[in-house]
């Protein structure tokens, strides 16, 4: 409940570290990697407080040392969900009515631990787990779930101050935000830590309870913010980790009565699914679910003929093929004007041969591995078509190797058809479509990327012409949720781009901004009337 307004700190973002060779950073991180790699860990479910192992066990490795096994988990069924569930109800009360700054200043402390004792413990969890590499995991799980939980908070003391602008003289007007009616389910995904950690913590923030189950890809880490929400003093049964099957999970909170919502992150065929089940049965719950979720993307690059040649071509490789093409807002289809494509392909190719690929624990490495053998073997699919397809010309990358770790070349591919499978369908690793179109068709490209995908989460547009620019930004409008002009598609920043898209990309609730977290309170309006009226005959029926 609402007691109170207080002054919050100014949030500001948390400066990115270099790991630059001699550095302090660099050698702490390297350490915990050792240390990391050392040690093979059990790591339980967390339910009510309790840490919960189970006889059945799942396994971590690193996608680029798939050998290597980095720890065990415990593997939950139904009843595990339904504790889980209970424990979140029961938890409840106390939560929801501890005045908010008292749980805002957990998360703050939370992302206190962040910066500073937990850093290189997250960022080599995150760097072994889900193979990123020292910048990619210091952007991610350090960085934005600092800037994540110090921005939420200073939305959410936002959220708390809003109040109704007049109260007439005799009666008072006043808002409050309540937590949702029940329990919360967080779905998050494997390839962003900070993601994995601001599902369940901004829904925690605002007084409500959550069931979190992270992508068994991303436990390692998981585990690990688990470990510091519980220091920075999240009661027992707030948030309660479990890893159990997708379906599983399903079949038991999406006919609970007391479920109020869901924070995804994750496929759009999934979401969808959720979705549909969710509809079904609509009867059963006690309110209707939130449904909040950020899905798929085949995020676009259209490079205008008036375009900076080396600006275009680092967006275009760093866009594409850092962290190896796996994030939602990854460059995935490029189109570029017949006249700078000779001098942008040059320098694609120079800076893609410079290019090293390999394990993370190796700094000089800009190439990781994919997640997963699934993965790979899907990408591999792909590009073994392309390879057989005489319309589709591959100018890097075309190969992969599993043997050691999910090993994946950055590979580009030339189309003649704009809407080529590769420029269509989401890939999710380092594969780049490239269509080449002549410069004076520009106003009817703008057309084929509105309507070849069905998602609409990031795009950009590189340009020094201001009218084609701001032709691409009004023409694309409705096909990209983040939009970029002379950068990559990818990178938003907490505080500074709110993140999230529309078509099959989500509902576009932007995280990193007071638009999700208003999505995680019910408002109550109170009105009190000082002086009330003791008769009901208003002045009208009065006689003449």
Not at 462 to 489: E, P
Not at 521 to 528: F, G, L, Q
Not at 530 to 536: A, L, T
Request: proline share 6%.
């Amino acid at each position: 409940m609402t007691k109170g307004f207080f002054n919050v700190p100014q949030p500001v973002n948390e400066p990115i570290l270099s790991y630059a060779p001699g550095s302090r950073e660099r050698a702490l991180l390297k350490a915990a990697l050792t240390e990391a790699r050392a040690i093979q860990l059990d790591i339980p479910m967390y339910i009510g407080g309790k840490e919960v192992h189970t006889e059945q066990k799942g396994t971590v490795v690193p996608p680029h040392d798939h050998r290597h096994v980095l720890a065990t988990f415990s593997i939950g069924n139904k009843q595990h969900i339904e504790q889980a569930i209970d424990a979140a109800l029961a938890a409840k009360a106390d939560w929801e009515n501890l005045p908010w700054e008292q749980r805002a200043a957990i998360f703050l402390k939370a992302a206190d631990l962040i910066a500073g004792k937990y850093r290189y413990k997250l960022n080599a969890a995150t760097m072994l787990g889900q193979s990123k590499n020292a910048y990619q995991a210091e952007i991610d799980s350090a960085c934005e779930i600092i800037d994540f939980l110090r921005f939420n908070v200073s939305y959410m003391s936002e959220i708390y101050a809003q109040q109704p602008p007049v109260s007439p003289r005799g009666s008072w007007n006043r808002l409050e935000q309540r937590p949702l009616e029940g329990f919360v389910f967080a779905l998050t995904p494997f390839n962003f830590t900070a993601i994995a950690g601001n599902l369940p913590s901004c829904v925690a923030m605002m007084g409500n309870v959550v069931v979190w189950k992270p992508a068994d890809t991303q436990i390692y880490a998981a585990n690990v913010l688990m470990e510091i929400f519980k220091e920075a003093g999240v009661p027992d049964g707030v948030i309660n980790l479990i890893y159990v099957d997708g379906p599983e999970a399903g079949s038991v909170i999406f006919n609970h009565p007391d479920f109020a919502g869901i924070h995804f992150t994750g496929s759009t065929a999934v979401f969808q699914d959720i979705w549909k089940t969710i509809g079904t049965n609509i009867h059963k719950y006690k309110t209707y679910p939130r449904i909040v979720g950020e899905t798929g993307g085949k995020d676009f690059i259209l490079v205008h003929h008036s375009a900076d040649v080396p600006a275009a071509s680092t967006a275009i490789v760093r866009g594409a093929f850092e962290y190896q093409g796996q994030k939602c807002s990854a460059a995935s289809r490029v189109y570029i004007a017949e006249s700078v494509w000779p001098a942008i392909k040059d320098l694609m190719l120079k800076d893609l041969a410079d290019m090293k690929m390999g394990p993370t624990e190796d700094f000089s490495n800009f190439i990781n591995a994919v997640i997963n053998e699934r993965s790979f073997d899907k990408l591999a699919s792909y590009i073994d078509a392309a390879k057989n397809d005489p319309t589709v010309e591959i100018i890097a990358g075309g190969n992969y190797d599993k043997s050691k770790g999910y090993f994946i070349e950055p590979t580009v591919l030339v189309v003649q058809d704009p809407k080529y499978t590769t420029m269509c369908e989401e890939l999710f690793g380092p594969v780049l479509t490239v269509y080449v179109y002549a410069d004076n068709e520009f106003d009817s490209i703008l057309k084929t990327i509105d309507e070849t995908s069905i998602y609409a989460l990031t795009g950009a547009v590189i340009a020094q012409d201001r009218y084609a620019i701001d032709k691409a930004t009004h023409a694309l409008r409705n096909a990209a949720g983040n939009f970029y002009i002379n950068d990559k598609c990818t990178g938003a920043v907490v505080g500074q781009q709110p993140f999230g898209g529309a078509r099959g990309s989500g509902t576009n609730d932007k995280a990193g901004s007071m638009i999700n977290l208003l999505r995680w309170v019910s408002p109550r309006t109170i009105k009190e009337t000082f002086e009330p009226p003791v008769d009901y005959r208003y002045p009208f029926l009065a006689e003449d």
